[in-house]
């Protein structure tokens, strides 16, 4: 697509429930990262994909996040359990490639979660 | 490990007023370094980026410049508008380490008529 496309755009849920986040990154993508940002607060990353692959999962908060993406394209950020201090946006960005100079990042609009 | 640091805002200006948001930062390798802008209720777009040393990076009207003696890349713009209020992102990119991009803390602009 001509953008980097996440749903849903906003999202309440109950405390306990389970959410799924999508990003769908620009076509011929293959870096794919998801970072967190919590109200007023910067910039949080939680993973990052290669491809399918995802080399570095130390940013996830907790055993509640995972992540997958498959097809070297879409990708899901899985929320189980969600509490109220996981309210945030989730934003998604993708790049064409890891290392510089080429990678320059384009981020989605990202998923408004609240926790009630 | 890479970080940026950025100047605490808000910063507060007039229209027309000049406009400085520093940035340093540290890094393994040679970074890329990007300014992100964020307006209310959106996510992050590319304001601009420089890729090596010296180069300077310029989009609607901003300007910032790679340094490398100083580790910075400071955020210009001679003449703001009420429409550049919003929050400004310094990030990098280390060639050397595991390429994951590291924001700074964001500044927030507020630009009064």
């Known amino acids: 697509g001509a953008g980097v496309s996440q749903s849903p755009s906003n999202k309440v849920t109950e405390k306990g429930k389970d959410v799924e986040l999508r990003c769908d990154p620009i076509?011929?993508?293959?870096?794919l990262y998801w970072y967190r940002q919590s109200l007023g607060q910067g910039l949080e990353f939680l993973i990052y994909?290669?491809?399918?692959?995802?080399?570095?999962k130390s940013g996830l908060p907790s055993d509640r996040f995972s992540a997958e993406r498959t097809g070297g394209s879409v990708s899901t950020l899985t929320i189980q359990r969600t509490q109220q201090e996981d309210s945030a946006v989730y934003l998604c960005?993708?790049?064409?490639?890891?290392?510089?100079?080429?990678?320059?990042?384009?981020f989605g609009e990202g998923s408004w979660l609240t926790v009630v | 490990g890479d970080s940026v640091t950025q100047m605490e805002g808000p910063v507060t200006l007039s229209e027309e007023a000049f406009l400085t948001i520093n940035c340093t930062y540290t890094?393994?390798?040679?970074?890329?370094l990007f300014w992100y802008v964020q307006y209310p209720g959106e996510g992050l777009q590319l304001l601009l980026k420089?890729?090596?040393?010296?180069d300077k990076g310029s989009n609607k009207g901003f300007e910032a410049t790679y340094r490398k003696e100083t580790t910075s890349f400071h955020l210009e713009k001679g003449s703001v508008q009420v429409s550049d209020s919003a929050v400004y992102f310094c990030?990098?990119?280390?060639?050397?380490?595991?390429?994951?991009?590291?924001f700074g803390r964001g500044t927030s602009l507020i630009v009064h008529p």
């Open positions: 994909f290669q491809g399918n692959s995802a080399p570095d």
């Open positions: 990030a990098l990119i280390s060639s050397g380490g595991s390429y994951i991009p590291t």
């Open positions: 420089a890729t090596k040393a010296d």
């Open positions: 960005a993708s790049s064409s490639r890891l290392d510089p100079p080429g990678n320059t990042i384009y």
């Open positions: 076509s011929g993508h293959t870096a």
């Open positions: 890094a393994t390798g040679y970074p890329s």
